[in-house]
């Protein structure tokens, strides 16, 4: 998150994906570094997951993400 | 967390438990133990007939588990003459036996075995917690620092910083900024511009820390606050300008002894304190508070780097002349601020006059050029006479009215020399003047201080912004402790 | 645990006063979104944690798809923040820019 806090700064409008694993703790540094913070949660876990699979979570997040980045 | 008023713990020893808590439930039986060989007092977060037998205090209102900082339960703590000697977290057969000086302890237990979180950290009972017991005087808001941040780049990346890292403002350390004042935290000192806001005492008092101000160099920022906030000075102005001008100090008064201000070697330079941090103070509450930043209303082409703060003291007790403040009108031994619009010093350099017409012409040809050498009037000047340039006006009895006075006539200048084509440079004043003589300084437009090192044949002059009621006057506030 | 102050889950979080007006609020709002991608150029910053690469490989096609250019950009390490020199060189080459995955 300070990636895309820094990236903010410099005038990049700026997003992550993280897995929901993340929620309450980013919620907490965003507030902590002052930033308002764009996320897109996907589904924990991740580590394990075969090729396909994470082509699959992708596409299920993309929607998401591109809301992220566009308005 | 403020460690300022905080109730003592009993000696001996000392425990801190909640039932909801595994290990606190598994090491009951050792305090019933430790209470027959030790003085032990245990302080329960959540039940009060937890742990059994032990007649627990009652710390349900978790004003004691606050202000010891307790973070996990169980804790246990050795006291000696009201003083914390030493602490232990959680349970550990070792630790423990050494914290309270007894043997074999927690026969049947493991080893060790960690702790709970205490419920003064509970996130829904801190913040209630922090009003209530915490830095209860400061009215401000709370910014919270997640655990791996550092606190120095959290200021810079919250906008806070003029460019150098700043201090952190604990509470405690704007608790103790406020001991420096005998005003109250939540009083007005001024209405900052540009965003005008009424800015406290408080407010006042976390910029001086961040700036790095001891507290007693409080007074000296407020007034200049005061100051700065005037009609006659026009901050707003001042920060809005192209020019590169900003809120010059000069103090005069016991104060400058009193906090241990420099009014001499490389006074206007850097390496003390008190002079470094109170100028900054200043600037970091027109920041801050007022919402005045470069790039937003500064719109300043190039700055100076006074701008950063600039601020000194008079050397008073080596002038032969009354000190700049007595010339504003101040009674003789006041400690007062003076606030001046200028830009950054420049350099008068003459290491061979030694009669004092001579010296001032010297004076007068270098303000001459003040800003343009065309450009009259709309400027004041702050000229800070060096002690070996003094001693040469002292030594032919001038006083400093006589110095002020021969350096107006020596600046008159014709409108041949200063309309606007003259000398081939289009600028310059308006052409319909160019029968008229005027002074490049308006009455009252050049003050005198004296200060710098007793070696050095050279003066400094500090060029203001636009004077009058169009810019800027030189305000002078009185500093009260 | 031994007998100092240790920084765990739970620890009281360092509070500062805010030197401020406080006319803002303590959060700084993010900046305005692109009005498209197309003809844009996506950063996808991958912070080398595991299958991160695939997932991001999966959106570069998709947003090549929607006509948007895409960088792809790597951390060295998922511990720390990007090094200064690949935010600079991400911040002059992107309109926009998605960092992936953190889990």
């Known amino acids: 998150m300070h990636d895309t806090a820094d990236l903010e700064r410099r005038g990049i409008p700026a997003m992550y994906v993280a897995t929901v694993e993340f929620v309450d703790g980013a919620d907490a540094q965003a507030r902590a570094l002052g930033f308002e913070h764009s996320p897109v949660y996907v589904e924990h876990p991740i580590q394990d997951r075969t090729d396909d699979e994470m082509t699959a979570i992708a596409d299920a997040a993309f929607e998401a993400v591109v809301a992220q980045l566009v308005s | ?481 | 645990m031994s007998t100092s102050h240790s920084t765990n889950a739970g620890a009281p979080a360092r509070i500062l006063v805010d030197p401020t007006s406080e006319r803002e609020p303590a959060s700084k709002p993010r900046l305005p979104r692109l009005a498209t991608l197309a003809g844009k150029t996506v950063g996808l910053l991958d912070i080398s944690k595991a299958r991160g690469d695939i997932f991001l490989g999966r959106l570069e096609a998709r947003l090549r798809e929607v006509g948007a250019e895409v960088k792809r950009y790597t951390k060295p390490t998922f511990t720390k923040p990007a090094p200064v020199d690949l935010r600079h060189e991400i911040a002059v080459e992107c309109d926009a820019v998605v960092e992936a995955l953190a889990d």
């Open chain 2, 1 to 481: 967390m403020s460690e300022i008023e905080r109730p003592p713990l009993p000696n001996g020893i000392v425990a801190f438990v909640k039932r909801d808590c595994p290990t606190c439930e598994v090491v009951a039986p050792v305090l019933r133990d430790l209470a027959k060989r030790v003085a032990l007092t245990v302080y329960t977060q959540d039940d009060v007939a937890f742990p059994e037998g032990l007649e627990p205090v009652d710390d349900r209102a978790l004003e004691m588990s606050w202000h010891w900082g307790i973070d996990a339960v169980p804790t246990l703590i050795r006291v000696e003459a009201g003083e914390e000697r030493e602490r232990a977290l959680g349970w550990n057969r070792e630790e423990w036996q050494q914290l309270t000086g007894v043997e074999a302890l927690g026969d049947g237990l493991p080893d060790w075995r960690p702790g709970c979180g205490s419920l003064s950290l509970a996130p829904d009972r801190v913040d209630e917690l922090r009003a209530r017991f915490g830095g209860g005087v400061l009215r401000s808001r709370r910014i919270e620092l997640a655990d791996l941040e550092d606190e120095y780049e959290a200021m810079f990346e919250r906008g806070w910083s003029d460019g150098l890292p700043l201090v952190p403002p604990t509470e405690q350390r704007v608790l103790a900024m406020l001991g420096g004042t005998k005003r109250a935290p939540d009083e007005i000192v001024a209405i900052v511009p540009p965003d005008l806001v009424p800015c406290t005492v408080e407010k006042v008092a976390v910029n001086a820390v961040m700036a790095g101000c001891k507290p007693e160099y409080l007074p000296v920022v407020l007034a200049a606050v005061t100051a700065v906030c005037t009609d006659e000075f026009n901050m707003h102005g001042l920060l809005a300008t192209t020019m590169p001008t900003g809120p010059v100090l000069v103090v005069n008064g016991p104060i400058r002894r009193a906090i241990g201000m420099n009014s001499g070697m490389n006074v206007m330079g850097q390496g003390n304190r008190a002079n470094s941090s109170i100028g900054r103070a200043l600037q970091l509450v027109v920041r801050n508070v007022g919402g005045g930043r470069p790039g937003e209303v500064d719109r300043a082409t190039h700055g100076n780097p006074g701008k950063l703060g600039f601020c000194f003291a008079e050397d008073e007790e080596g002038s032969p002349w009354q000190p700049l403040s007595v010339d504003l009108g101040a009674e003789p031994g006041r400690s007062t601020v003076t606030l001046f619009p200028g830009e950054g010093p420049r350099n008068i350099m003459d290491q061979i006059s030694r009669d004092p017409e001579s010296l001032a012409r010297s004076f007068a040809a270098c303000l001459r050029t003040l800003h343009h050498p065309k450009l009259l009037i709309a400027f004041d000047c702050l000229l800070a006479v060096g002690p070996e340039h003094a001693r040469v006006f002292e030594q032919a009895g001038w006083s400093k009215a006589q110095l002020i006075g021969r350096l107006h006539e020596l600046l008159q200048v014709p409108g041949s020399e200063f309309v606007r084509g003259a000398g081939g440079i289009a600028e310059g004043m308006p052409e319909q003047l160019k029968d008229v003589a005027l002074p490049k300084f308006k009455p009252g437009g050049l003050l005198v201080v004296h200060c710098g090192s007793g070696a050095g044949l050279f003066s400094m002059m500090i060029g203001g912004w636009v004077a009058g009621d169009l810019g800027s006057k030189p305000v002078i506030q009185e500093i009260e402790s």
